[in-house]
């Protein structure tokens, strides 16, 4: 009963908080402090300086504003253009035409950004008015391209992979290679997707492109070399264990400087655009990280997550109903807060509980960031929603019906990480490691 009274109190100071639209990071502060006023005997002042201070100076945090920082830079080149150059002419001959280009080049900007929106726009920008003009149905263009985006939170530098290693104290180089596969494989049933679409409903999809020479394709995709060799450069050295994924950060950030000075984009005004856009992003997280910190603390003070791993331990649940029950439970709250937010808020509570049933941390950040892919396409707050809906000019509902495939695509991603675990965890078991990564 009196845990029942603690998770009510808690659950009431934050929606409250939240209701009267104090930021994510503050109401995470002030429900912490509550209960460290009136459940602990500790003096909630010194322990909310104490543990913002320790959190702050997190040696890996140190990765999440360089990771942002090569996102920015590189979402300010021709790189959009170049990827729709480089990737048409190999994307033309599969079933269902350019659509692929949405997938094939969300994908490989999602390695060098680490955030959906960003890889929303970049990609869009480019593809949606060239997808229209050569006359593909609308649904298609824009559903494809919503789900396709979500693919920046998992395939690395994931800024959410980057939060939820530093909550749970996890190695984020790990959590980067574990969400390689996934990724792909995500991605590749995107591509299944609409393939099939293009088999059921052939009368839309419009004629193909004109043939052209394999010369001709390899001279267009020179435009890709650049970008994949970032990619390749940022993965590999901490795959193999030549850098920690603080160290390849700064080769990333090295990296989009080279590309963006041999494109011609970078100047004074995009390098200080870059620098303030990451300087924004950061301290939104780094506020959010800091709330998250401080509810931990004064959870643990108060026993209520380890009451209620020991609750769940007593129902003897199996762990993949477990997963499956909390699969539901992230879809209903992603429904009204972001994907960064939603780790944060929930770690307090949901790491004891998957430590306690024996699930592997690395595989279960894979799996929440799946999850939390599908909140950026269901409504209200379904950010990539947000971002179409200014890009195109939908309404909400009709933005929510076209990406419903792709969260179904999500859902069946989720089943396949259940039935192959080895698909997350193979690489971050065999990966090379080095201290401090």
Same mark, same amino acid.
């Given at each position: 009963?009196e ?9 009431f100071t ?5 209701g ?5 990071g503050l ?33 890996s945090l140190?990765?999440?504003p360089?990771?942002i ?12 253009e170049?990827m ?5 002419p ?7 035409g ?18 959906s ?10 593809s949606?008015?060239e997808?229209?003009?050569r ?6 263009v824009i ?6 985006a979500?693919?920046g939170?998992?395939i ?10 530093v909550?749970?104290?996890e ?6 290679i574990?969400?390689?596969?996934p ?10 997707y609409?393939a ?5 409903r052939?009368n839309?999809?419009?004629p193909p492109?004109p043939?052209?020479?394999?010369s001709q ?9 650049p ?5 390749a @450069?940022?993965? %590999?050295?901490m795959? =193999?264990?030549? !850098?920690? #994924?603080?160290?390849?950060a &700064?080769? *990333? ?11 011609g984009?970078?100047n004074r005004e995009t390098?200080?655009?870059?620098l ?16 998250a910190?401080f509810?931990? @603390?004064?959870? %643990?003070?108060?026993? =209520?997550?380890? !009451?209620l #791993?020991?609750?769940?331990a &007593?129902? *003897? ?5 477990l ?5 539901l439970?992230y ?5 009204f807060l972001?994907?960064i937010?939603?780790v ?24 929440i ?6 909140a ?10 947000f971002?179409?809906q200014?890009?195109t000019?939908?309404?909400m ?6 990406a ?11 089943f396949?990480l259940?039935a192959f675990?080895?698909l997350?965890?193979?690489l ?10």
């Amino acid at each position: 009963m009196e845990h029942l009274a603690l998770t009510a109190i808690f659950l009431f100071t934050l929606f409250l908080l939240l209701g009267t639209g104090v930021w994510v990071g503050l109401a995470l502060l002030g429900v912490a402090f509550v209960g460290m006023e009136l459940f602990t005997t500790r003096p909630g002042g010194d322990a909310m300086i104490t543990t913002i201070w320790t959190t702050a100076s997190s040696w890996s945090l140190t990765a999440l504003p360089l990771f942002i920082w090569m996102g920015e830079i590189l979402y300010r080149t021709r790189l959009s253009e170049d990827m729709f150059r480089g990737l048409s002419p190999w994307m033309a001959k599969l079933p269902g035409g350019l659509i692929h280009t949405n997938i094939a080049g969300c994908t490989v900007f999602a390695a060098v950004s680490g955030s959906s929106a960003a890889t929303l726009t970049t990609v869009g920008k480019m593809s949606i008015p060239e997808l229209r003009k050569r006359g593909y149905p609308e649904h298609m263009v824009i559903g494809t391209l919503a789900g396709s985006a979500t693919l920046g939170l998992m395939i690395p530098p994931s800024l959410t992979l980057i939060v939820y290693g530093v909550t749970i104290n996890e190695s984020i180089s790990k959590l980067f290679i574990a969400g390689i596969l996934p990724g792909l494989t995500l991605a590749l049933l995107f591509m299944t997707y609409v393939a099939v679409w293009s088999f059921v409903r052939p009368n839309e999809v419009p004629p193909p492109e004109p043939p052209i020479s394999f010369s001709q394709k390899v001279a267009e995709s020179r435009f890709l070399i650049p970008v994949l060799l970032l990619v390749a @450069l940022v993965i %590999g050295s901490m795959y =193999l264990g030549w !850098a920690t #994924a603080t160290e390849a950060a &700064s080769f *990333g950030v090295v990296g989009s400087l080279i590309l963006a000075l041999g494109q011609g984009s970078l100047n004074r005004e995009t390098f200080i655009q870059s620098l303030l856009g990451a300087l924004r992003t950061s301290c939104m997280i780094a506020l959010i990280l800091a709330g998250a910190a401080f509810l931990s @603390l004064s959870m %643990g003070f108060t026993g =209520l997550p380890r !009451a209620l #791993a020991e609750w769940i331990a &007593s129902l *003897g649940l199996s762990p993949t109903v477990l997963i499956l029950s909390l699969m539901l439970f992230y879809i209903v709250i992603g429904c009204f807060l972001d994907g960064i937010s939603s780790v944060v808020l929930t770690m307090a509570v949901v790491e004891p509980m998957i430590r306690t049933a024996g699930i592997d941390v690395i595989w279960f950040g894979i799996f929440i960031v799946v999850v939390v892919e599908m909140a950026q396409i269901t409504p209200p707050i379904g950010f990539n929603l947000f971002v179409l809906q200014g890009m195109t000019g939908h309404e909400m509902s009709y933005l929510s019906k076209v990406a419903l495939p792709m969260f179904a695509m999500m859902v069946v991603m989720v089943f396949i990480l259940i039935a192959f675990p080895d698909l997350a965890t193979y690489l971050p078991d065999n990966m090379r490691s080095r201290p401090g990564g």
